[in-house]
């Protein structure tokens, strides 16, 4: 076996308008050709480096024209090799059926280039009925290749039972095609497909390989796996910033005036009797909580090689999950210290003067101690820097907004890029089960965690091996499979060694 560097190819194939240019534009993470509703939209074979080794190997991805009139294809591929064939597929078809040669000229690259054939099949269309899917059979035995058969267009995840039964389904029937059994199918959404689904992808590659191809390829494995695992852990960094920048976001309020206590006593004194300035307060920290989960998305996206922004009006409506915390009221000191003081004071002087002054000495007590309260209250807020009171996100609202952004990384990483501009949907259910359970998992680790947070020059770092924590738990519970490649890697500890390769 040798060490040189190597290229190993891949010829992606497909009937046309099934999603083969919207798959390698995801695996690429670039925009390559052209993404239309309609057939025919890519003419030529094109090659694309998918990924390349430290040590030079490459991973060549060959995008096809996509397969159009599948059994005139067939029976021309099959008649090439005889004189009047080729003079068809080489001099007529050129002239008289552009979109025809180009298929032809894409299915011979194919066949003298690439190591291993995916070939693309819409999962919706029943295999047995589809008409194109007999003839394209027969061109994948004519071009004699190793073919992963990808079901696209099936979701984000479906359930176990379901994936199974669609892969038999299309199993048996390449069987017919595949005595010597190097046709294989698995699930590839292009559309909704996870990163790591892909090293599942990579694994049935190498299976598909000989052994000379095999060192190379695993360095370009690694170099995948490198560069995906460095995404992971600079899109925690994101996740961590944009919490951290909450728990320490904080509006200081003023005393309050006398109006705002005149009306919040109108209202009962109920502690939900906003005054101007902590309305202000909220509507600022609103705005900021937009603000900074727009820019947190934008920078997921673009670090998973996608386009697009958060233009929704995400959380403008919220709430709930204040905390204001007031300084100590000198107005109420001073009355409950007139009170106290007042009573025990007014008593003794009533004592002393026979119980003559009818009260007297508690009223002139009262006022005493009022004065007195408010000047030590007063000291006591000026010594400690308090004044009227701050107003900040709850611990409890922090936690949602933890749990909300895992998810958020979720619907990032499964975004396909041939759906175009990233736009945010309803969560899967999984994912809101499976985010749940990792926070509840891990709950004794976050305690005083926001505490902490909002402490003047506090780190980062726990929040960030937090979040890593549990990217990589929802990851690992998504996908056990795929995860597997990254068994004891999926960890803070782990990631913080990685390096981009």
């Avoid at 309305?279 to 997921?300: G, H, I, N, Y």
């Avoid at 890029?417 to 994912?431: I, N, T, V």
Wanted: proline residues 2%; aromatic residues 6%.
């Amino acid at each position: 076996m040798s060490d040189a560097a190597t290229t190993v190819s891949l010829a992606l194939l497909s009937h046309t308008n099934v999603g083969k240019t919207t798959l390698a534009r995801t695996l690429l993470r670039r925009d390559i050709g052209a993404v239309m509703d309609r057939a025919h939209v890519t003419e030529f074979a094109e090659a694309h480096v998918l990924m390349r080794s430290s040590a030079g190997d490459e991973l060549v991805l060959w995008d096809t024209p996509g397969f159009g009139d599948s059994v005139r294809l067939q029976r021309r591929l099959a008649a090439s090799g005889q004189p009047i064939g080729w003079f068809l597929s080489q001099v007529w078809d050129r002239f008289a059926d552009r979109a025809f040669w180009c298929s032809q000229q894409a299915m011979r690259t194919a066949r003298e280039s690439a190591d291993v054939v995916l070939y693309v099949v819409n999962a919706t269309e029943e295999p047995t009925t589809a008409g194109y899917i007999e003839p394209e059979l027969h061109i994948l035995d004519w071009l004699g290749k190793p073919t992963l058969v990808l079901l696209n267009q099936v979701g984000t995840r479906l359930e176990t039972a379901h994936e199974r039964q669609l892969t038999e389904e299309w199993s048996a029937v390449l069987r017919r095609h595949d005595a010597a059994g190097t046709h294989r199918v698995m699930t590839f959404d292009a559309f909704a497909r996870c990163w790591l689904q892909e090293h599942a992808l990579l694994a049935a590659i190498a299976d598909c390989l000989d052994e000379r191809q095999r060192p190379a390829f695993t360095r370009i494995v690694e170099a995948w796996r490198g560069r995906d695992l460095a995404v992971l852990r600079h899109s925690a960094a994101v996740i961590a910033r944009q919490l951290h920048g909450l728990a320490r976001d904080t509006v200081q309020l003023p005393d309050a005036t006398l109006a705002d206590k005149v009306s919040r006593a109108l209202q009962g004194g109920a502690t939900d009797a906003l005054g101007v300035e902590e309305s202000r307060a909220r509507k600022a920290m609103l705005d900021r909580l937009d603000q900074s989960v727009r820019e947190c998305t934008a920078e997921l996206v673009a670090l998973h090689g996608l386009t697009g922004t958060a233009s929704e009006d995400i959380l403008r409506q919220v709430t709930t999950g204040f905390e204001t915390r007031r300084a100590p009221d000198a107005d109420k000191a001073s009355l409950w210290g007139g009170l106290v003081t007042g009573a025990l004071g007014g008593l003794a002087a009533d004592v002393a003067a026979g119980g003559l002054t009818f009260g007297a000495g508690a009223i002139l007590g009262g006022i005493a101690g009022a004065l007195g309260a408010r000047k030590l209250t007063q000291r006591y807020n000026e010594e400690r820097g308090l004044a009227g009171g701050t107003v900040r996100w709850s611990d409890e609202f922090l936690e949602a907004r933890l749990g909300a952004a895992i998810i958020r990384y979720l619907a990032v990483a499964h975004f396909g890029r041939g759906r175009g501009e990233f736009a945010a949907s309803d969560p899967a259910l999984r994912w809101q089960a499976v985010v749940s359970v990792a926070l509840a998992r891990s709950a004794a680790e976050r305690e005083a965690l926001w505490t902490g947070m909002r402490l003047e020059n506090a780190s980062n770092a726990r929040l960030e091996s937090i979040v890593l924590d549990l990217l990589a738990e929802a990851l690992t519970q998504l996908y056990p499979e795929p995860a597997a490649f990254f068994r004891g890697r999926l960890t803070s500890t782990e990631l913080g060694r990685s390096a981009v390769v």
